[in-house]
C-alpha cells in the first residue's frame, strides 16, 4: 500500500471525472473547482447520508433551505461586518497579497524572491459584497452569506412555531457559503465557493456541557460512517484566546491531509449570543416558553458544523490504496482502489459484456437498465475486461457484473468485489435480492 499524496490525488480527480478545474477552457480561474460527473454523484452521496443520520433519522431535528443573500443588517448583527476579518499584508514589489498569521512577515516574498518589503498587516474583510437593484451604491449594499448559520438564528421563531418543536431541538440545514479568502489553496479544501452541513441545536443553557459532548461523539459517528479514517482524525480544544466572539468552547475535529494536521469539522458552545444580538437589533423579543415549567429564556445552542468539500476530500484521502497483485506467472501489477463505503460510492454498478458482440450486449444492456433504477449503474463494453476492472476499482465501484457467453446458457452472471477481486456466480432471477443484501 503506497501512501496518497495530493498530486495523485488531483491527477486521479481530473482523469476520472471526479474534480477538475473550473473554466479550464478559457484558461481556468485561480482556486475554482467543478465537481464532475463521479464528484457529483460522490458529493450528492455526502449530503444525503448526512442528512438522513441527523435530520430524517431524530425525532429532535428539523432542516431548511434559506437564501443565500439575506437583509444586510443580519450581518451587523453577527459581528460579521465588524469582525470577520483577516490581517493582510502586500508585497511592495510584485503586490502579491498574504495573510499576515500564515507567513514570517521577516522573510522573502515567495513570488518575487524580495525580502523586507512587506507592508504593515491591515483588516480585510471576507464577506463577498455585491448590489441589490440598479444601483451600485452604499443603499443597495448586500451579502453573499459568509455562512449558514445565521438563516438558523433568524428562523427559529419561524421554525419553533410551525414545527411545534419543543426544546431540545435543532435545525439543520445544508448549502452554499462564500467567503474572500486571501489565500485560498490546497484542492478543495480552502475555497471561496463552498458548501456546509451545518446544525444548530437549541438547548437549555444548564444542559451545555452535556450536549456538547453528545454531539462530539455524533461526529466521530458520522466520521466512521463515511470511511474517514479515524486514526487520522485528532481533537483541538481551541484555546480561550483564539475562541470565536460568539464561543465559550470550541473543538476542532482536525484531520491528516497529505499537506498536513487541518480543520475538517469544528463544534462550538455559542451561548445565546446570536439569538440575543438578533433581539436586540430588531426589537423583537427571541426567548422559549417551556410548557411544563412555565420558564421563559433564551435558548443556548450548541454548533457542529461540517464542511462538504473538506469531507469529500477527507473521505477521498482515506480511500485511495495502491495495491501490488502478483499473477500466476509472478508478474506484478499496481492497483489503485478507490474503497469508499457502498453508500458513498459515486456508482454502486458496473455491467460489463465480456465483449461487444450483439448476443451478448443484448443481455447487457436491458440488466444494466433494469439495475439502474435501484442503484447508480454504469454500462461498458469497451477495452479489455480486466482494463475495465482497474478502471471500476480506481472510480470506488463495489460491484462488476460480468456478462460473458456462458450467460447465455446458465442464465447467471459473475459478480467481483471491488475489495477482495473475489468472483461469485449468482443467477439473474436471483441478483437484484443477492445485491440487496450486499447494500444492507
Not at 438522513?52 to 425525532?59: A, I
Not at 479515524?230 to 476542532?252: C, F, G, M, N, Q
Not at 506467472?329 to 482502489?337: A, N
Request: hydrophobic share 35%.
Amino acid at each position: 500500500m503506497s501512501e496518497v499524496t495530493m498530486d495523485k490525488l488531483v491527477a486521479l480527480s481530473k482523469s476520472r471525472g471526479f474534480v477538475f478545474p473550473g473554466s479550464e477552457i478559457y484558461g481556468g480561474m485561480a482556486n475554482s473547482w467543478d465537481y464532475g460527473p463521479l464528484g457529483a454523484e460522490l458529493k450528492f452521496n455526502v449530503k444525503k447520508e448526512w442528512w438522513k443520520m441527523f435530520v430524517q433519522e431524530r425525532l429532535d431535528m428539523v432542516g431548511i433551505d434559506a437564501a443565500l443573500i439575506m437583509n444586510p443588517k443580519v450581518w451587523e448583527a453577527s459581528g460579521h461586518v465588524a469582525t470577520f476579518t483577516d490581517p493582510l499584508v502586500e508585497c511592495k514589489e510584485c503586490h502579491e497579497r498574504y495573510r499576515a498569521d500564515q507567513i514570517d512577515l521577516k522573510a522573502a516574498c515567495a513570488k518575487c524572491g524580495r525580502k523586507g518589503t512587506f507592508t504593515e498587516p491591515s483588516s480585510f474583510n471576507l464577506m463577498l459584497k455585491t448590489w441589490i437593484g440598479p444601483k451600485e451604491d452604499a443603499s443597495a449594499v448586500a451579502y453573499f452569506r459568509p455562512e449558514t448559520a445565521q438563516a438558523m438564528f433568524v428562523d427559529f421563531p419561524q421554525v419553533l412555531q410551525t414545527s411545534r418543536k419543543r426544546i431540545p431541538f435543532g435545525i439543520a440545514q445544508i448549502g452554499k457559503a462564500f467567503r474572500n479568502e486571501i489565500t485560498p489553496g490546497n484542492f478543495i479544501f480552502r475555497t471561496r465557493e463552498f458548501e456546509q452541513m451545518e446544525i444548530e441545536y437549541f438547548i437549555h443553557p444548564s444542559t451545555w456541557e452535556t450536549v456538547f459532548e453528545e454531539w462530539l461523539a455524533q461526529m466521530k459517528r458520522w466520521i466512521k460512517h463515511v470511511g474517514i479514517d479515524a486514526a487520522k482524525i485528532h481533537d483541538l480544544e481551541v484555546p480561550a484566546a483564539d475562541l470565536a466572539h460568539y464561543s465559550k468552547r470550541t473543538v476542532d475535529l482536525e484531520f491528516e491531509f497529505p499537506f498536513g494536521i487541518k480543520e475538517l469539522y469544528g463544534i462550538a458552545y455559542r451561548t445565546d449570543f446570536d439569538l440575543k444580538n438578533h433581539g436586540t437589533h430588531t426589537g423583537k423579543e427571541i426567548t422559549y416558553l417551556d410548557p411544563e415549567t412555565n420558564e421563559k429564556y433564551t435558548p443556548h445552542v450548541v454548533e457542529p458544523t461540517f464542511g462538504v468539500d473538506r469531507t469529500v476530500l477527507a473521505i477521498m484521502c482515506s480511500a485511495y490504496h495502491e495495491e501490488t497483485l502478483t499473477d500466476e506467472k509472478g508478474e506484478t501489477d499496481t492497483r489503485v482502489v478507490m474503497r469508499f463505503p457502498k453508500s458513498i460510492a459515486p456508482i454502486k454498478i458496473a455491467v460489463l459484456p465480456l465483449s461487444k458482440k450483439d448476443e451478448l450486449s443484448s443481455v447487457a444492456r436491458p440488466l444494466a437498465e433494469r439495475l439502474a433504477k435501484l442503484w447508480k449503474t454504469e454500462y461498458d463494453e469497451t477495452q479489455s475486461i480486466g482494463k475495465r476492472y482497474r478502471r471500476q476499482d480506481e472510480i470506488g465501484t463495489p460491484y462488476c457484473i460480468t456478462v460473458d457467453f456462458d450467460t447465455l446458457n446458465d442464465n447467471a452472471v459473475t459478480v467481483r468485489d471491488r475489495d477482495t477481486m473475489k468472483q461469485e456466480r449468482i443467477a439473474l432471477s436471483e441478483l437484484e435480492g443477492y445485491l440487496t443484501k450486499q447494500f444492507n
